[in-house]
């Protein structure tokens, strides 16, 4: 199984300002993505982080609002910005190494005032 | 629209009990499937994976596929206290994106 590591692991930010956050795999993986989990609710997926290309994103989100990068097949960062108390919620980072299961990082729970 | 259901409970059932969790597909495409256990605050973790028809065993937990009835399900025996958790079911295509249920609450009561 792959470890992920993921930062801030708590942030709070003014509206309007931007945060983004790290995600770093200890193994290659084949596939990264980004999710948001709003307070007792589920995970919803944001985009999928493509490696040498731009993200795939869902229904309902944008790149302006939430650009992704990602170099390499360790590394992906997910930005959120010009932000509004709505975007508060936990981001999760995920990788997956194909047909097998997805592993988490740890999380980050934003905060915005 | 490729949906993954689950009730969101909460179930409640005494300690020792056998907990069963419940899950619908709707992409008949699914291959894999997952169960992953959410404590508040924290993020999910991999409990157990299926990807063929019948039962799979690991300790105390025990998924079953079954793909004609697009239905996944997830037994825990001797359940604890501390198996009290949101359960989370999803389902992956292809090895693509993993789709996530909206999770069912469990409590365990001692």
């Known amino acids: 199984s792959a470890v992920i590591s993921q930062k801030p692991s708590r942030d709070i930010c003014q509206r309007g300002t931007s945060l983004t956050i790290q995600c770093q795999v200890d193994?290659?993986?084949?596939?990264m993505f980004w999710y948001r989990q709003q307070p007792g609710q589920s995970l919803t997926l944001i985009a999928t982080?493509?490696?040498?290309?731009?993200?795939?994103?869902e229904s309902g989100f944008v790149i302006d609002k939430f650009p992704i990068s990602r170099p390499n097949l360790t590394f992906s960062t997910l930005t959120v910005s010009n932000m509004s108390p709505e975007d508060s919620s936990i981001y999760l980072c995920?990788?997956?190494?194909?047909?097998?299961?997805?592993?988490f990082g740890q999380g980050t729970r934003l905060t915005v005032v | 629209q490729k949906e993954v259901e689950q009730n969101s409970g909460p179930l409640s059932v005494p300690e020792g009990a056998i907990a069963s969790l419940n899950c619908t597909y709707s992409?008949?495409?699914?291959?894999?499937f997952f169960w992953y256990r959410q404590y508040s605050g924290k993020s999910p973790e991999l409990i157990m994976f299926?990807?063929?028809?019948g039962d799979k065993e690991d300790g105390r937990f025990t998924a079953q596929l079954n793909k004609a009835s697009q239905y996944v399900s997830l037994l825990i025996r001797d359940s604890q206290p501390s198996d009290s958790a949101t359960y989370l079911c999803?389902?992956?295509?292809?090895?693509?994106?993993?789709?996530f249920g909206a999770g069912t609450r469990l409590f365990v009561k001692a």
């Open positions: 299926i990807y063929s028809n």
């Open positions: 982080a493509n490696q040498g290309s731009e993200a795939t994103y």
């Open positions: 193994s290659q993986v084949t596939m």
């Open positions: 992409d008949r495409g699914s291959q894999s």
């Open positions: 999803a389902g992956s295509t292809g090895g693509f994106k993993t789709i």
């Open positions: 995920s990788a997956s190494g194909g047909n097998t299961e997805a592993f």
